[in-house]
Nanobody
């Protein structure tokens, strides 16, 4: 089993940037494909970005392509989400997820508690 803890959320103005981090503990982090999802108030959770265990492949939702970048540092058991040019519609709780067998849009096996991102207009 792997435990995931997100950090880095907060309040930012439209056009601003935030960097989310997700630190893993437990099993070997480098064996896991990782992803970020988000959930806006009153909406279903949606896929944001994913990265394979080696970091060699990434996948993005159309709505964030070109603005968000996912990365990982296996030695630090951490996956990042750099978010630039933020828009109010990016507001939501952002979740980190992990799976050994799946990636992209999942489904994923392990989830963090989430971190709130609020983009003001």
């Amino acid at each position: 089993q792997v435990q995931l803890v997100e950090s880095g959320g907060g309040l930012v103005q439209t056009g601003g940037s935030l960097r989310l981090s997700c630190t893993a503990s437990g099993r070997t982090f480098s064996a896991y494909n990782m992803a970020w999802f988000r959930q806006a108030p009153g909406k279903e959770r949606e896929f944001v970005a994913a990265i394979t265990w080696s970091g060699s492949s990434t996948d993005y939702a159309d709505s964030v392509e070109g603005r968000f970048t996912i990365g990982r540092v296996n030695a630090k058991t951490t996956v990042y989400l750099q978010m630039n040019s933020l828009k109010p519609e990016d507001t939501g709780v952002y979740y980190c997820a992990a799976s050994q067998l799946r990636w992209g849009r999942g489904p994923f096996d392990y989830w963090g508690q989430g971190t709130q991102v609020t983009v003001s207009s």
